[in-house]
C-alpha cells in the first residue's frame, strides 16, 4: 500500500522537479558565482549573500515587505472573517454574493495597477478629486504616504474575498447542532463566536493566512504600475527589488536576494503553521 | 441581524466602485476622460472595444492567454487529483514533510525564478509557447490544488472507498462512477482557484513568452508609462479580462456554492 501512495504521487512530483527543483538549484548555483552579463561566471562562495545583506536598499525593501504584509494579514483576515459571518448562509442570495466575491480575483495583478493608477492620476482620478474637496493634496507621484497607502487599500481590495471564500466555506462546514448547543447554554453571541466558530475556523483560516501571507510577499506589478516602485523607493518591495537585479543580469545578487527572501518566508510561514496550530490545541482539550 | 445586512451591502459596494469605474472608462472617449472627471459617460462609445476586436495582437493575446491557462488547469487536476488522494488516503514515510514542502514552492519568488525558466524551456525547446507557461504555472498551483482537494478528499469517509472494493469495483470505476461524483465540488473549486491564479500571473508569462505566446496581462502593460497612456483602451481590454473568468465563475457558481459549503477547504 505504501508504495501505491508514491505511484499516485509521481504525475505531480515529476512536474514539480521541473518547474520548481531544477530552477530552484539553478537560483542556488547563481547565488555562489559572480555574474554580469557576457563574462564567465567566477565561484565566490557566500560572497553575494554578504552583499546582498549589507545592502541598505535590499534592508528598505525587505522592512517595507514586513510591514506591508503584517498590515495586509492584520486587515484582511478579520475583514474577511466580519464579511464571511455577514453572509446569507442559504438562498438564491449565495450564489449572487459568491460570484461578487469571484469578480476581483479574477482581475490580473496589472489591471489592477492600472485601476489603480486610473484612480490616482492627479486630475482625471476620483479619489485627488475627493481629497482636494476636504482640503487634502493627494499624489501618490510626489507623496510616499499616499502611494504606499494606495497600494495596501488596492491589495485589501483585490484579497479580502478569497479570505472571505474560505472563511464562508470554513462556517459553512460547521454543524448546526454546535450553534444548537451554545444557545441552549445561554453562550452570549461573541461567546459563540470565541469558542465555537472560531476554533472550527481554524483549518481554514490557517489556509487564509498562510495564503495572504506568501502572496501579499509576492506583490509586484500594482506598485510598478502605480508609481514604478516610488516615490523614492516607497513602494519598492522585495519582488520589485530582486526582479529589478535580474533584469540587470545581476544574477549572483538576485540569486542570493531570492534565496533569502524564500527563506524568510519559509521560516514566517513554518511559525504561523505552528503558531495557529497550536493556538487551537490548547482550546480543545 | 439588520445592520449585517447594511454592512455586507455596504462591502459589496466598495467591491464594485473599481469595477464600475473600469466599464465607466472603457466607454468614454480619451478626450473625455481627460478633459474632466465624469461618473457615467457623456458620450457613451464601443471605440475601445471595436479597436481590441479588430486588433489581431489584442485577439491573439487573449486567445493566447485562453490556451494556456486551460493547459494548466488540465495539467495541474491530472497531477494534483491522484497525489491528494495519496495524501489524504495513506501515511507514508514523510508525508508530513513532502506536504509542507510542496506548500513552499508557493512561496517561491517568481521573479527570481523567471531566469532559470527562461533557460530550461529553451533547453526544452517550448520557449515562447503556451506549453511554457502553462507549465511553469504548475510550480504554484499544483501546490494549491493538492491542498484544497486534499481537504474535500479527507471529508469522505474512507468506509465509501472499502466498500466499493469489497463490491467488486476495479479501482478506475470506483474513482469514475463513486468517487469523482463525490469531489466533483472540490474539483470545481480547485479549478477555480488555478484558472484565477494563471489567468492574473504576470511575471512567469512576460518573461517565457515574446510573440508567439504573448498573453494579455504583458499586451496589456504595452504603453503604460510612456506619455499618453490610453486610459479607455485599457479599461475596456481590463474589462474584457473579467469576461473569461466570469464565465467560468457562473458555470461552476453551483459547485462554488456546495464546494465551498462541502469542503474543510
Given at each position: 500500500?505504501?508504495?501505491?501512495?508514491?505511484?499516485?504521487?509521481?504525475?505531480?512530483?515529476?512536474?514539480?522537479?521541473?518547474?520548481?527543483?531544477?530552477?530552484?538549484?539553478t537560483v542556488i548555483n547563481y547565488s555562489l558565482h559572480y555574474i554580469f552579463a557576457g563574462s564567465a561566471p567566477t565561484f565566490v562562495g557566500f560572497e553575494n549573500y554578504a552583499e546582498?545583506?549589507?545592502?541598505?536598499?535590499?534592508?528598505?525593501?525587505?522592512?517595507?515587505?514586513?510591514?506591508?504584509?503584517?498590515?495586509?494579514?492584520?486587515?484582511?483576515?478579520?475583514?474577511?472573517?466580519?464579511?464571511?459571518?455577514?453572509?446569507?448562509?442559504?438562498?438564491?442570495?449565495?450564489?449572487?454574493?459568491?460570484?461578487?466575491?469571484?469578480?476581483?480575483?479574477?482581475?490580473?495583478?496589472?489591471?489592477?495597477?492600472?485601476?489603480?493608477?486610473?484612480?490616482?492620476?492627479?486630475?482625471?482620478?476620483?479619489?485627488?478629486?475627493?481629497?482636494?474637496?476636504?482640503?487634502?493634496?493627494?499624489?501618490?507621484?510626489?507623496?510616499?504616504?499616499?502611494?504606499?497607502?494606495?497600494?495596501?487599500?488596492?491589495?485589501?481590495?483585490?484579497?479580502?474575498?478569497?479570505?472571505?471564500?474560505?472563511?464562508?466555506?470554513?462556517?459553512?462546514?460547521?454543524?448546526?447542532?454546535?450553534?444548537?448547543?451554545?444557545?441552549?447554554?445561554?453562550?452570549?453571541?461573541?461567546?459563540?463566536?470565541?469558542?465555537?466558530?472560531?476554533?472550527?475556523?481554524?483549518?481554514?483560516?490557517?489556509?487564509?493566512?498562510?495564503?495572504?501571507?506568501?502572496?501579499?510577499?509576492?506583490?509586484?506589478?500594482?506598485?510598478?504600475?502605480?508609481?514604478?516602485?516610488?516615490?523614492?523607493?516607497?513602494?519598492?518591495?522585495?519582488?520589485?527589488?530582486?526582479?529589478?537585479?535580474?533584469?540587470?543580469?545581476?544574477?549572483?545578487?538576485?540569486?542570493?536576494?531570492?534565496?533569502?527572501?524564500?527563506?524568510?518566508?519559509?521560516?514566517?510561514?513554518?511559525?504561523?503553521?505552528?503558531?495557529?496550530?497550536?493556538?487551537?490545541?490548547?482550546?480543545?482539550? | 441581524?439588520?445592520?449585517?445586512?447594511?454592512?455586507?451591502?455596504?462591502?459589496?459596494?466598495?467591491?464594485?466602485?473599481?469595477?464600475?469605474?473600469?466599464i465607466n472608462t472603457s466607454l468614454k472617449t480619451d478626450n473625455e476622460i481627460l478633459k474632466q472627471l465624469t461618473f457615467w459617460p457623456k458620450d457613451p462609445t464601443l471605440k475601445n472595444?471595436?479597436?481590441?476586436?479588430?486588433?489581431?495582437?489584442?485577439?491573439?493575446?487573449?486567445?493566447?492567454?485562453?490556451?494556456?491557462?486551460?493547459?494548466?488547469?488540465?495539467?495541474?487536476?491530472?497531477?494534483?487529483?491522484?497525489?491528494?488522494?495519496?495524501?489524504?488516503?495513506?501515511?507514508?514515510?514523510?508525508?508530513?514533510?513532502?506536504?509542507?514542502?510542496?506548500?513552499?514552492?508557493?512561496?517561491?519568488?517568481?521573479?527570481?525564478?523567471?531566469?532559470?525558466?527562461?533557460?530550461?524551456?529553451?533547453?526544452?525547446?517550448?520557449?515562447?509557447?503556451?506549453?511554457?507557461?502553462?507549465?511553469?504555472?504548475?510550480?504554484?498551483?499544483?501546490?494549491?490544488?493538492?491542498?484544497?482537494?486534499?481537504?474535500?478528499?479527507?471529508?469522505?469517509?474512507?468506509?465509501?472507498?472499502?466498500?466499493?472494493?469489497?463490491?467488486?469495483?476495479?479501482?478506475?470505476?470506483?474513482?469514475?462512477?463513486?468517487?469523482?461524483?463525490?469531489?466533483?465540488?472540490?474539483?470545481?473549486?480547485?479549478?477555480?482557484?488555478?484558472?484565477?491564479?494563471?489567468?492574473?500571473?504576470?511575471?512567469?508569462?512576460?518573461?517565457?513568452?515574446?510573440?508567439?505566446?504573448?498573453?494579455?496581462?504583458?499586451?496589456?502593460?504595452?504603453?503604460?508609462?510612456?506619455?499618453?497612456?490610453?486610459?479607455?483602451?485599457?479599461?475596456?481590454?481590463?474589462?474584457?479580462?473579467?469576461?473569461?473568468?466570469?464565465?467560468?465563475?457562473?458555470?461552476?457558481?453551483?459547485?462554488?456554492?456546495?464546494?465551498?459549503?462541502?469542503?474543510?477547504?
Open positions: 500500500m505504501k508504495n501505491r501512495a508514491w505511484l499516485f504521487l509521481v504525475p505531480a512530483l515529476v512536474l514539480m522537479a521541473i518547474s520548481a527543483f531544477i530552477p530552484l538549484m546582498v545583506l549589507q545592502d541598505p536598499a535590499f534592508q528598505g525593501a525587505l522592512v517595507r515587505q514586513l510591514v506591508f504584509s503584517s498590515l495586509v494579514l492584520l486587515v484582511e483576515v478579520p475583514l474577511g472573517v466580519m464579511v464571511a459571518l455577514a453572509m446569507p448562509k442559504r438562498g438564491p442570495w449565495v450564489a449572487v454574493c459568491l460570484v461578487l466575491l469571484g469578480i476581483p480575483l479574477l482581475i490580473p495583478f496589472n489591471v489592477v495597477g492600472i485601476i489603480a493608477r486610473l484612480f490616482t492620476q492627479a486630475s482625471i482620478g476620483v479619489i485627488p478629486a475627493l481629497c482636494e474637496l476636504v482640503g487634502y493634496n493627494f499624489n501618490v507621484a510626489l507623496d510616499p504616504i499616499d502611494a504606499s497607502l494606495t497600494v495596501f487599500l488596492i491589495d485589501v481590495w483585490h484579497w479580502t474575498p478569497l479570505v472571505v471564500l474560505l472563511c464562508y466555506a470554513g462556517l459553512q462546514a460547521i454543524p448546526d447542532a454546535y450553534y444548537q448547543a451554545a444557545q441552549i447554554d445561554g453562550a452570549s453571541t461573541w461567546q459563540t463566536f470565541r469558542y465555537v466558530t472560531l476554533p472550527k475556523l481554524r483549518p481554514v483560516l490557517i489556509i487564509g493566512v498562510l495564503l495572504r501571507f506568501m502572496d501579499s510577499f509576492k506583490i509586484y506589478a500594482e506598485p510598478l504600475l502605480l508609481t514604478g516602485g516610488g516615490p523614492g523607493s516607497s513602494t519598492t518591495f522585495l519582488s520589485l527589488h530582486v526582479a529589478r537585479k535580474a533584469e540587470s543580469y545581476e544574477l549572483g545578487y538576485a540569486g542570493a536576494s531570492s534565496i533569502i527572501y524564500l527563506f524568510i518566508v519559509i521560516v514566517l510561514s513554518f511559525i504561523f503553521f505552528q503558531l495557529m496550530s497550536n493556538i487551537g490545541k490548547g482550546e480543545q482539550k | 441581524m439588520k445592520k449585517r445586512t447594511l454592512g455586507l451591502l455596504a462591502y459589496f459596494i466598495i467591491l464594485a466602485v473599481p469595477i464600475y469605474w473600469m472595444y471595436i479597436e481590441i476586436f479588430t486588433s489581431s495582437i489584442w485577439r491573439n493575446s487573449f486567445f493566447n492567454s485562453i490556451v494556456y491557462v486551460c493547459l494548466n488547469v488540465l495539467i495541474t487536476l491530472v497531477a494534483a487529483v491522484p497525489g491528494a488522494y495519496a495524501f489524504s488516503r495513506w501515511k507514508f514515510r514523510g508525508d508530513h514533510h513532502l506536504f509542507f514542502w510542496l506548500l513552499t514552492n508557493r512561496m517561491a519568488p517568481a521573479a527570481v525564478f523567471m531566469v532559470p525558466f527562461t533557460e530550461l524551456y529553451y533547453t526544452m525547446h517550448i520557449y515562447d509557447t503556451h506549453w511554457a507557461v502553462a507549465l511553469a504555472h504548475c510550480l504554484f498551483n499544483i501546490p494549491l490544488a493538492i491542498w484544497i482537494l486534499e481537504g474535500f478528499m479527507a471529508g469522505i469517509p474512507r468506509e465509501i472507498d472499502e466498500t466499493a472494493f469489497i463490491d467488486g469495483y476495479s479501482f478506475g470505476r470506483f474513482f469514475r462512477k463513486v468517487f469523482f461524483p463525490l469531489i466533483a465540488p472540490g474539483i470545481g473549486v480547485a479549478a477555480f482557484l488555478c484558472f484565477t491564479f494563471s489567468w492574473i500571473e504576470l511575471i512567469l508569462a512576460k518573461a517565457l513568452t515574446v510573440t508567439e505566446a504573448k498573453p494579455v496581462v504583458v499586451t496589456l502593460t504595452v504603453g503604460i508609462g510612456a506619455e499618453g497612456v490610453r486610459w479607455g483602451l485599457l479599461a475596456a481590454a481590463g474589462v474584457l479580462t473579467m469576461v473569461p473568468g466570469a464565465i467560468v465563475v457562473y458555470f461552476v457558481r453551483n459547485y462554488l456554492a456546495k464546494g465551498f459549503a462541502l469542503g474543510r477547504v
